[in-house]
T-cell receptor, first 111, second 116 residues
Framework: RKEVEQDPGPFNVPEGATVAFNCTYSNSASQSFFWYRQDCRKEPKLLMSVYSSGNEDGRFTAQLNRASQYISLLIRDSKLSDSATYLCVVIHNTNAGKSTFGDGTTLTVKP | DGGITQSPKYLFRKEGQNVTLSCEQNLNHDAMYWYRQDPGQGLRLIYYSQIVNDFQKGDIAEGYSVSREKKESFPLTVTSAQKNPTAFYLC???????????????FGEGSWLTVV
């Protein structure tokens, strides 16, 4: 079993739809969590951090469930420009600084 | 502007040759990483370094070597022992980020290596 698992998709949704991605992690000592966005043939870029209390940035909402060991990303009112691959990242406490990436979930927003 | 610079962006290698990919950061980050990404796949960790003069193997270190003689620099050498080196290589660094209140990872723009 992978340390960090994501549904690879692809998710194909119409503009304006709400879409949610989940990411599960196996190491209960994991400390920090992030969502990154990667466009085709580009480097991943930080989308947002994920906090236990949940956090929102415009149309994006991220949540962490430590008990069930998953993080989620919700995108409301999808835009064509949201089409990308979304990667979840987990940074472990036991190996300070070592990060583990999920394989990514691909989203395509269609007109 | 602070950031991570990778070079070259595109590199062609003949079979049997060693090549070195450069990675420089001016973010004053302690930790640096090298990842490999194959088309349609996720990132796989090659090597990482938490501090100068120290580095650790990642999940796919065979056929690769690194050095960390300076905090700012973490070059990756793809040796002839790496049998399938054609891929997208990403260098990253991480450090405390005031905006996220945690260690955040930043990436360079990547280097495309093709064996010809």
């Amino acid at each position: 079993r992978k340390e960090v698992e994501q549904d690879p998709g692809p998710f194909n949704v119409p503009e304006g739809a709400t879409v949610a991605f989940n990411c599960t992690y196996s190491n209960s000592a994991s400390q920090s969590f992030f969502w990154y966005r990667q466009d085709c043939r580009k480097e991943p870029k930080l989308l947002m951090s994920v906090y236990s209390s949940g956090n929102e940035d415009g149309r994006f909402t991220a949540q962490l469930n430590r008990a069930s060991q998953y993080i989620s990303l919700l995108i409301r009112d999808s835009k064509l420009s949201d089409s990308a691959t979304y990667l979840c990242v987990v940074i472990h406490n036991t190996n300070a600084g070592k990060s583990t990436f999920g394989d990514g979930t691909t989203l395509t927003v269609k007109p | 502007d602070g950031g991570i610079t990778q070079s070259p962006k595109y590199l062609f290698r003949k079979e049997g040759q060693n090549v070195t990919l450069s990675c420089e950061q001016n973010l004053n980050h302690d930790a640096m990483y090298w990842y490999r990404q194959d088309p349609g796949q996720g990132l796989r960790l090659i090597y990482y370094s938490q501090i100068v003069n120290d580095f650790q193997k990642g999940d796919i270190a065979e056929g690769y070597s690194v050095s960390r003689e300076k905090k700012e620099s973490f070059p990756l050498t793809v040796t002839s022992a790496q049998k399938n080196p054609t891929a997208f290589y990403l260098c990253a660094s991480s450090g405390l980020d005031r905006t996220t209140s945690g260690n955040t990872i930043y990436f360079g723009e990547g280097s495309w290596l093709t064996v010809v």
